[in-house]
């Protein structure tokens, strides 16, 4: 489904970490090579962790970094690296009037993407999403590997089965809408789960009592290839053609739910709609 002809693009990053250091590096490599024309968009990242040590062996940081803002980090190196001007929010994003703020809002085509570990902040990207009128958005999410403490009630053999085998899916979910119509549905309404989820907090409120499930960095790095997919489709021929992405790292096997051909139709419908009414 053809949705760019040519227009600029405000791309706006929440989440630099696992999913999102990898992801940034591949999109700032991928606008690189394809040439001048991916300098007249404009790239922002917001996260306002900074670099720890533990973060060094699966994200893309150094022993330099620690410390530092993680989104300056890396807006440094690879934004340096690549020849692209990226944006840095040292902040964690937490109303929609800070995430309205990210984006330039000069008749750029809009593009969210979210890499984040928490439901929360989707919810807050999934608010912004019924809000604004015009705008693609890609979420990436991952599987945590089950702890001990949530499996109390299994075998040794069971539990150490279960924590092995988990941890390697993942899904990325596109979402698009125009002109105030809804053509894909953002995560949240593909998995309402999401949205009822009143654990999950910002990362600014510390809860102790919510378990915090660690990843894989395999499965980062196959998350973010995913998403980057959907991207370079953009760039390359300004389409898109899946609307999810499931995929397991362990098995390294991938299964993509396409655009159905009515809800293209239904797409270009509302483009000729829109042609007709400008012409009067």
């Not at 002809?5 to 490599?29: K, W």
């Not at 060094?56 to 440094?76: R, S």
């Not at 979910?173 to 309402?192: A, M, R, S």
Request: overall charge negative; some cysteine.
């Amino acid at each position: 489904m053809k949705i760019l002809y040519g227009q600029n693009l405000d791309i706006v990053l929440i989440g630099v970490g696992a999913n999102g250091s990898h992801f940034l590096r591949n999109l700032l490599q991928d606008m690189s090579l394809y040439g001048r024309d991916m300098r007249k968009n404009r790239l922002l990242i917001a996260d306002g962790d900074k670099t720890e040590e533990k973060n060094i062996k699966n994200q893309l940081f150094t022993p330099e970094d620690v410390g530092e803002f993680k989104v300056n980090a890396l807006a440094e190196r690879y934004g340096e690296h690549y020849g692209i001007d990226v944006l840095a929010v040292p902040d964690y994003i937490t109303d929609c009037d800070m995430l309205e703020r990210l984006f330039a809002n000069d008749g750029r085509f809009k593009i969210l993407i979210g890499c984040v570990d928490n439901n929360r902040t989707r919810q807050l990207m999934h608010d912004y999403f019924n809000y604004v009128s015009d705008l693609l958005y890609v979420d990436v999410g991952v599987e945590g590997v089950i702890l001990k403490e949530e499996l109390k009630d299994y075998s040794y053999d069971e539990m150490n089965r279960m924590i092995i085998g988990s941890g390697f899916s993942g899904q990325v979910v596109v979402g698009f809408k125009t002109n105030g119509e809804i053509i894909l549905p953002p995560i949240c309404d593909v998995y309402p789960n999401v949205l009822s989820d009143t654990e999950s907090v910002f990362p600014t409120q510390n809860c102790t009592e919510i378990l915090n499930n660690p990843q894989r960095l395999e499965t980062n790095k196959m998350a973010a290839q995913m998403a980057n997919i959907i991207m370079n489709n953009l760039f390359h021929t300004g389409e898109i053609y899946q609307q999810e992405i499931l995929f397991n790292a362990r098995y390294g096997s991938s299964n993509a739910r396409f655009i159905e051909a009515r809800t293209e139709k239904y797409f270009k419908e509302l483009q000729a709609q829109s042609k007709s009414t400008a012409a009067c």
